[in-house]
């Protein structure tokens, strides 16, 4: 997970529209703000993904 990636998670939470765990509105989220690298993101990491929002931790890369 990349900083930029980090920084567009929490923005998408900090608005408050969605619980986090609904990925597919955080995807339609983040196309609405722009940060398509994110919708491309969840696509591919959605274990990653999860682990950060319960953890607040970014996983290391194996």
């Known amino acids: ?18 619980n986090m765990f609904d990925i597919n509105m955080v995807q339609r989220l983040a196309n609405d703000y722009g940060f398509y690298d994110l919708v ?7 274990k990653e993904y999860t682990h950060f929002i319960l953890t607040g931790e970014v996983p290391e890369e194996a």
């Open 1 to 18: 997970m990349t900083k930029e990636i980090k920084e567009q998670i929490l923005h998408i939470r900090a608005t408050g529209l969605t």
């Open 40 to 46: 491309l993101y969840l696509e591919d990491h959605r």
